[in-house]
């Protein structure tokens, strides 16, 4: 019943979007000073990841690999994320995030 919850918790706090992420040079965890990173990098070498949104792919990709690890969700989320960019410079400005 919890994880039920925890679902429903999910799935109207967050964004959920269906995208298949692509390789990038650059991975900028949310968006603080886009428009800065994107004059600078060029906006076509970006990926964003978003703390408010979930990339519907990524979890179908985590639950198809492990469906009964239910543990660190979010850190594993962001790991796949990240493999599948493959970016060579992975860019924060939060430093008290636990993940990080």
Do not use: A, W
Not at 13 to 28: A, D, E, H, Q, R
């Amino acid at each position: 019943m919890k994880s039920f919850f925890n679902s429903l918790y999910v799935f109207f706090t967050y964004k959920l979007f269906f995208k298949v992420p692509s390789k990038k040079n650059y991975c900028i965890y949310d968006e603080n000073n886009k428009k800065f990173f994107q004059k600078f990098l060029g906006s076509s070498k970006i990926e964003y990841i978003k703390s408010s949104s979930l990339n519907i792919y990524v979890i179908l990709q985590l639950i198809f690999e492990n469906p009964l690890d239910k543990k660190n969700f979010m850190l594993r989320y962001f790991m796949k994320y990240i493999e599948f960019i493959q970016p060579k410079f992975f860019i924060t400005k939060i430093n008290n995030y636990p993940i990080f």
